[in-house]
Every structure is written in C-alpha cells, then in structure tokens.
C-alpha cells in the first residue's frame, strides 16, 4: 500500500501554533507523507514558529505585501496553493481554523477534487460580520471540507446543524492544548530585558493582547481607556501589552499608553515567550480566539474583549467573562475579579473545555480510518467534569 499524501497549509501564527503538533505527529507516522505548504500571511511571527517546533516547508508563497486588502490576499493564496496542489497530488489537504489562507487552501483542494480535513471546525458566532472575515471563512470551510474536526460537543453540533454527513464530524479536542504542553516550562527565563525586569511576586500583573480588525477605532480605544482606568485605579497593577504590528492598532495603543510608566509596550512574542507570560500573569484581557482556550488551561481568568464569541464554551465553564468593548463594563469586570478573592478563584480553578493534549493523535487516527488504514476510529475527546 502507498504512502498517504498529507499536505497542511498554513498561513498566520495562530494556524502554526495549533497546527504544529499534528504536523510533527503525522511527520513521525509511519505510511504517512506529510508535506507543508506555507502563504506567510505573518512572515516573521509564523517564522518563530516553525523554528520552536523544529518545522520546516516545502513550499513558501510569502504572499504578503504592505497595505493589501483581503480580495488581494484571497487571489494570491488560492492562485499559489492552486499551483501546489497541482504539484504534490496529496490524498488530504489539512487547514486550520478561519483565516483567509483557510479558505483559499480549502477551495483549492476541492478545485482539485482533493479531500479537506478542516482542524478547529465548527466554531459559530452567528454573526457573518462578527469576527470579520472569520466567520464567513470557517462557514465556507464547512461546506468545502470531507473531514471536520470539532475541538468540542457544542463546535460539533454547529455542524450537524448545517447537515454534514454525520460520520464526518469528529470530537477532537483543540490541538492548542498540545502545543502548550510543549511551550509552557516552570523554569522559563525570559530573553527580553524588559520582561525579566519585570516582578510577578510584587505585582498583579494584567497581560492585555488586542488586535481583532472589527476593534479598530472606537472599539480600541475604549479598551486602552479601560486598561488607563485600571492601572489608576491599582497600584500594584502592572500592565503588558505585545501590541500588534497593524498600525492602526499600533497607534492607538501607544496614543493611550506609550508614556504610562507601569504599561510595558512590546512587539508580538514568540509562542515560547508569550504561553510562559501568560502563565505567570494574574489576569488576561484579549479580542484573540486562540488565547480563550489557551489561558484556561494554565488557570488563568479570561475577559474577552468582544461583544460575541465563537468559542462560547469557556463562558459557560466559568473560565473567561464576555467583556466586549464598552470601557466602563470593561473596567467593572476587572475590578470585580482584582478585588473579590472568591470570584478569582472560582474562574481560576474551572475545567478547562478545550483539550486534554491528545487531539493531535485522534485527529491522526481519524484521518487513517477514513482513508481505510486503521480499522475503527478514536474516541471523542470530553472534558472531565
């Protein structure tokens, strides 16, 4: 029997983060080629990446330039993956999540007539334009991909709603918890001066990561307002901020925090750095989807700073609160969790719903049953109560 063509197709950091131990595990499968394709939507974030988790790709499209819009980024990826495709021949296109080169890997494929396993699937807001232009991406993706995996029961039964056949939705658990299992070390130091210099036994410190498109403006700086508010309000407040290398983000960030003396402004960490501060931080404020599941398994309170979530099960688990972007209410939670032991606590210690660190492995055994290689699949991942 042949070997079993894998291509994954990655474009941002998020997608490396989560895609990166299923692309190491099928890289070590035996009767498995795995193959990696990147678009470099983030170039130099995606290259850290690549490097913590000792990748490397055989094909780089590096599509990005200054400035351009989505129709662009869409044409350049789908017009490249098209030619790799072509090229590779795989049995399996693997993408993840809701990015752009998601949906431009996945329409490829099918243009191509190739099955598409979709990593991350399901997630729903609702809303077609909140997050803009994720949730249209991952709704696509659903009907593009043969093969969805659902990271949780409530990302699964988006799906069935939508009438995939049934036998191609699977429970999985989100492949970011096996990351961090990787990343997060108890004897961490950190390379960046400014962050070493930083005291986590004297002070609370609040790690803060805003970026989304749909926050740019208003949204924005009623955050940054919110988080001026706080450290007034909080002497042993410290806040730190990798800001997004978006220049819109850049400058209202620094018009509201550049000259505050306890707000610590960096660029974008490497997933090594960013996990282990996130480890040591007392509370996490972010418009980011991957960080909602990823704090809660280190027992960090989350305040999401969106008026909608896709990722509605930390909610419900008690490990992050739904913030949105309104400056007072972001303030009153905080205060709320900064003052209140109990309620600290109490989200601190919630199960996390996201993973158990073996997605990886079942999304593996799925893949190998459907194309006949294992003879019965895995079991769902469920969280443990």
Do not use: W
């Amino acid at each position: 029997m042949s070997d079993l063509k894998v291509l994954s197709i990655i474009g941002t950091r998020p997608e490396a983060i989560k895609m990166a131990p299923l692309v190491r595990l099928l890289g070590k499968t035996a009767g498995v080629q795995s193959t990696l394709a990147l678009t470099a939507q983030h170039r130099e974030m995606l290259d850290q990446v690549l490097q913590l988790f000792g990748l490397r790709a055989s094909h780089d499209l590096d599509i990005m330039r200054p400035e351009q819009s989505l129709t662009h980024i869409t044409a350049r990826a789908l017009e490249g993956l098209e030619r790799i495709i072509a090229a590779e021949v795989p049995d399996l296109v693997l993408v993840q999540g809701d990015t752009t080169t998601t949906f431009a890997g996945a329409l490829a494929a099918f243009y191509h007539r190739v099955a598409v396993g979709h990593v991350e699937a399901g997630l729903r807001t609702g809303d077609r334009y909140a997050p803009f232009p994720e949730e249209i991406n991952r709704r696509l993706n659903g009907v593009l991909s043969e093969l969805h995996f659902a990271p949780t029961s409530a990302a699964r039964d988006n799906l069935l709603a939508e009438n995939p056949p049934p036998e191609q939705v699977h429970v999985t658990g989100n492949t970011v918890i096996d990351a961090l299992r990787t990343t997060v070390r108890p004897h961490f130091c950190f390379a960046d001066p400014a962050l070493v210099s930083v005291d986590f036994a004297a002070n609370r410190v609040l790690l803060v990561e805003a970026h989304r498109r749909e926050n740019l403006g208003e949204p924005l700086e009623q955050i940054c307002g919110a988080l001026v508010d706080l450290l007034s309000r909080f002497d042993d407040l410290r806040l730190v901020f990798p800001v997004h290398r978006n220049p819109g983000v850049r400058r209202t960030v620094y018009r509201f925090l550049g000259d505050h003396p306890r707000a610590l402004l960096l660029d974008p960490l490497d997933p090594l750095s960013f996990h282990n501060l996130m480890a040591r931080a007392h509370l996490v404020l972010t418009d980011s989807g991957g960080i909602q599941e990823e704090a809660p398994s280190l027992g960090r309170p989350v305040l999401v700073l969106r008026r909608v979530t896709e990722r509605p099960e930390a909610v419900r688990a008690g490990t992050a609160l739904l913030a949105g972007t309104s400056r007072q209410h972001i303030v009153e939670l905080a205060t709320h969790l900064l003052t209140d032991d109990e309620a600290y606590r109490g989200m601190a210690r919630a199960v996390n719903p996201y993973g158990d660190g073996r997605a990886s492995e079942r999304i593996r055994d799925h893949i190998l049953h459907y194309f006949g290689r294992l003879p019965s699949p895995p079991e769902p991942f469920t969280p443990l109560d």
